[in-house]
């Protein structure tokens, strides 16, 4: 023996390195004798070296986005679900897959980029877990509609009942409640509260942890609104009351625009939602529009088309208010009327005042403010005015 | 094989909510599974076409006959990892010898793939010798190792693919990870320790399935791996259980607790997940 047991332990813990091909040439000089000499760690480092051997590999094909909705309609053509996912689930169920199959590949200093995040009154800047963290934290209010825990931890309580105060009634279908009044700090402030709080609970956790859990919350959500598939169950925002198949639309445009943020951070593609989803999520923001408006004549009466301007002259309040026709182009083809003026001008009616053409996803990326309303590149007929007006009033849907 | 009291293991409770017809369960199988599906059908076809389309059947079959898996004999995981296997070497076979590749071609029985129930695939003869056979074989191998690399724990993975890939040695790999040099070498050591341990399963495999091949059987007829590499294979779990056995001394508790739940695949980490969800459906609504 020329080697000590010490010598033989220090050498023999090299070996995973030596087959890697990582150990420096100075330790490699001391332990390839030592391999010669000492037939237990030879066998070792033969077998270590083969499979390191196999590592030498090309990468697997990549996933294309498009094969989860294939493989599923594929699958649901032969034996339909018997417990289908409801129609309003279904862009939710395929956008947080999406936002999953892309972290799924991130490395640890992937991990670190952070991510911006625009919306109206600002940008946010997040590491993908905060991002995870930010979009559990305003999806555990469909998990309190829906009778499920809250995922974010406990309420140091404050200022009165905020919407976390687990409200744990069985899914109904009631009809939904008067709007609240917004919180103090402003309508986003339980929002962002929530997303902090969340984010502190996550600090220090992997961050394939928080993903994993995040993950488990959406399946979690899926499912129960699934076996007991209720649309009008009321989600409490905490700023805003909104059906729960609004609130899952709504939940699966904030998780295809968040993630898009994400990609852009580590510069990976991101594929738009399918047809189908995005044509619910241009719903959803042009059903949300007539507040956005109000909420822009109140606060930018120069963008506002001043309707009592228009009115002036053929006599005050013609008794309708005006309408603009919203043309969809692109996969998630369709058309809409926005009325213009809020109830104080009547009742929407009459030939629409202007018509705008615009792709789909540009308008969904439009209401998520990342977009210039000035430069979105929209067909435009009629009144221009009353277009400016819809195209500046679409970013304030965006949120922290 | 769950001790009285605890929760069914996930497999159980997806495969029961596959039977009930549950949409989401089938989402839910997807999403643990497609990687390892499609990714092993891609890199045994090399073909992106037949990759997608050998993963829609792998899915379909789930779907349609969720009692053909039992759980007795292994995980969901690893039953549809060599369901996958199986009929992608099948369909490499079919293709070799269309292409006149295979000393017999036109008396292999064709791959009917409106038939995703399975059952024997026709009666092609079975040469272990002929270079297709040996090439297939090595595919094989390749995509099996390549698996288990993709399932290590995460901090194993890491290490090795940060070093190995990176060129680094393990000093280099140690201060980029933030770990210590000790850490790094014993998670190299561990690494490679659990693929060469997966590398002599899948040989032990194949000598079978070449000496039932001899026999007059297709191996692929089993309905499940044999039982040696069932219970080794495709389970983040399963490298973890081995690594008490592989270097009890340097396996740290904290290495440990921080691989948990980390796997690439988490499924240890699901599991619990899903018992949450069990006990919440118990209490709650």
Redesign the interface.
């Known amino acids: 023996m020329t080697t000590t047991e010490e010598q033989h332990e220090a050498l023999r ?5 030596w ?6 040439p100075r330790e490699a000089a001391e332990l390839e004798p030592h391999l010669r000499a000492c037939r237990d760690c030879a066998e070792e480092a033969a ?2 070296r ?3 051997g ?2 030498a ?1 090309d990468e ?2 990549d ?2 986005g498009s ?2 909705q ?3 309609d ?3 053509a ?8 409801p129609a309003w689930g279904a862009a939710y ?1 395929a956008e947080t ?1 999406k936002l ?2 892309l972290l ?1 590949d991130l ?2 200093e992937e991990w670190q980029e952070v991510a911006e995040l625009p919306w109206h009154g600002g940008t946010e800047y997040l590491r993908p877990a905060e991002v995870l963290c930010h979009l559990a934290a305003v999806d555990g209010f469909l998990a309190v509609a829906l ?3 809250d995922p974010v931890p406990g309420v140091p309580v404050l200022g009165g009942p905020g919407p976390a105060a687990a409200r ?1 009634v ?1 899914p109904q279908d009631p009809a939904p409640p008067a709007p609240r009044v917004p919180a103090q700090g402003g309508p986003w402030a339980g929002i962002t509260e929530r997303t902090a709080r969340l984010t502190a609970d996550q600090a220090g956790q ?1 961050p ?2 928080v993903r ?2 995040w ?2 919350h959406c ?2 959500l ?2 129960t609104a ?2 007991a598939p209720h649309g009008n169950t009321p989600v409490d925002y905490g700023f805003a009351t909104v059906p729960l198949r609004d609130a899952f639309v709504d939940r699966a445009f904030e998780c295809y625009v968040h993630g898009e943020d994400v990609a852009r951070a580590v510069a990976y593609p991101y594929d738009p939602p399918a047809p189908q989803h995005l044509r619910q999520m241009v719903d959803l923001a042009v059903r949300m529009l007539p507040p956005a408006l109000a909420g822009l004549r109140a606060a930018r009466p120069e963008h506002a088309g001043a309707p009592a301007a228009a009115r002036d002259g053929d006599g005050r309040h013609g008794g309708t208010g005006r309408l603009v026709r919203l043309v969809i182009d692109g996969p998630a083809a369709g058309e809409w009327l926005i009325p213009l003026d809020g109830p104080e001008s009547g009742p929407p009616g009459g030939e629409p005042v202007a018509a705008m053409v615009l792709d789909g996803l540009e308008f969904c990326q439009l209401a998520a403010a990342h977009r210039d309303p000035d430069r979105l590149p929209v067909g435009e007929h009629g009144d221009r005015a009353a277009i400016r007006e819809v195209l500046h009033a679409a970013p304030l849907l965006s949120r922290p | 094989m769950a001790a009285p009291g605890r929760s069914p293991r996930w497999d159980e409770q997806l495969q029961r909510r596959l039977a009930r017809g549950e949409e989401t369960a089938l989402g839910e199988l997807y999403d643990q599974l497609a990687p390892m599906v499609h990714g092993l059908a891609g890199r045994i076809l090399a073909d992106e076409a037949a990759a997608a389309q050998l993963t829609r059947e792998i899915f379909a079959h789930v779907w349609e006959h969720p009692e053909a898996f039992d759980p007795a004999q292994g995980s969901l995981r690893s039953w549809i990892g060599s369901l996958t296997h199986r009929r992608a070497v099948d369909r490499l076979r079919v293709r070799r010898a269309a292409e006149g590749e295979g000393p017999d071609h036109g008396a292999r029985g064709g791959y009917d793939g409106s038939r995703p129930g399975g059952g024997p695939y026709g009666g092609s003869r079975y040469d272990e010798n002929s270079p297709v056979e040996e090439e297939i074989r090595t595919v094989a191998t390749a995509a099996r190792i390549q698996y288990v690399v993709d399932s290590l724990p995460q901090t194993l993975r890491e290490t090795i693919t940060v070093s190995y890939y990176g060129g680094r040695t393990y000093q280099e790999t140690a201060r980029r990870l933030g770990i210590s040099e000790q850490i790094a070498k014993q998670r190299m050591r561990l690494g490679l320790e659990l693929l060469a341990t997966e590398l002599a399963r899948e040989r032990d495999r194949q000598q079978q399935a070449r000496q039932a091949g001899q026999r007059g059987h297709r191996p692929d007829e089993a309905p499940h791996e044999p039982k040696p590499s069932a219970a080794a294979r495709e389970e983040a779990a399963a490298p973890r259980a081995e690594r008490h056995r592989a270097a009890p001394r340097d396996a740290t508790g904290h290495e440990r607790t921080a691989d948990h739940g980390t796997a690439r695949n988490e499924p240890a980490h699901d599991e619990s997940a899903h018992d949450d969800r069990h006990r919440n459906e118990d209490g709650g609504t």
Do not use: F, I
């Open positions: 813990s090299l070996l995973g390195a087959a890697l091909g990582a150990c420096p077998r270590l083969e499979a390191a196999w590592l590999l697997p094909l996933q294309p094969l989860r294939q493989v599923l594929w699958c649901l032969r034996r339909p679900a018997d417990l289908p996912v169920t897959a999953d199959a799924r490395g640890p009778g499920l825990p744990r069985p992997p394939q942890t994993a859990r993950r488990r399946h979690e899926v499912r699934a076996l």
